[in-house]
């Protein structure tokens, strides 16, 4: 492979079919990294008590793949080293169990895409316009990250 | 005339997911939010949590004055909950 083509990149995609770990994490591999750092959001079966049949999500796509993008400038200024970065969520209905947010980030050694995994995801659930539904035997509920920029400002 | 946006539970209390509606090109925030709920009062119950998208970048429900172009995109935005 050419050196020329192994130029940091960032790998953003919201989709509506199953994530696969493997896929994400391929797409960044490089072969001047020695890491690759993970996350995976999961979806739990259980929220205070009830019990959770599926969730819903929806997002202002293009605003999101614009605030995701604006995510990897910032890591890349916080953590030069990174090489590739590669955000994708999942859209529409995700069975319990199954992911919905996977983050894979490479970097020469370990510390750099360790802390660039978790400032993605932190910042993810503060900035990106996508949201989440969460239905119950009964009834659902729209939920409201804690991390929320806005929240607790306009009260 | 702006192209608003609706989504998740604001979606559900407008009955819609997108519209086109006539506002002044000069508007404060709070203002143009007024306008909107004069269409779709249901959506009062939200206002304390929600802010807009405004071709794309937030803007929080206030003073700001907003300069606005026809055909500019204006999302209301409720508490997120990506991840």
């Known amino acids: 492979m050419d050196e020329s083509e192994d130029v940091p990149k960032d790998f953003i995609k919201l989709k509506s079919e199953n994530l696969s770990v493997h896929e994400v994490s391929e797409l960044v591999i490089s072969p001047n990294c020695g890491a690759v750092s993970l996350f995976i959001g999961t979806t739990r079966n259980n929220f205070e008590g009830k019990k959770v049949i599926r969730l819903e999500y929806e997002a202002y796509t293009s605003m999101a793949e614009m605030e995701i993008k604006k995510i990897c400038r910032e890591v890349r200024q916080k953590w030069p080293s990174v090489k590739h970065i590669a955000v994708y969520h999942r859209l529409g209905v995700v069975p319990i169990t199954e992911a919905s947010v996977i983050i894979a980030v490479s970097s020469p050694h370990r510390a750099e895409s360790l802390e660039a995994v978790m400032y993605c995801i932190n910042t993810l659930k503060a900035f990106v316009p996508i949201w989440k539904k969460e239905i119950y035997e009964d009834e659902y509920s729209w939920k409201e990250n804690k991390e929320c920029f806005w929240a607790n400002s306009e009260k | ?83």
């Open chain 2, 1 to 83: 005339q702006v192209t608003v946006l609706y989504f998740a539970r604001s979606a559900e209390l407008a009955g819609l997911r997108s519209e086109s509606v006539s506002v002044p090109q000069r508007i404060t925030s709070v203002q143009l939010w007024e306008e909107i709920v004069k269409i779709h009062p249901r959506l009062a119950v939200i206002q304390d949590q929600v802010v807009f998208a405004v071709r794309q970048e937030y803007v929080l429900l206030g003073d700001q004055l907003l300069v606005l172009q026809t055909g500019d995109e204006v999302a209301i935005i409720p508490p997120i909950s990506g991840g």
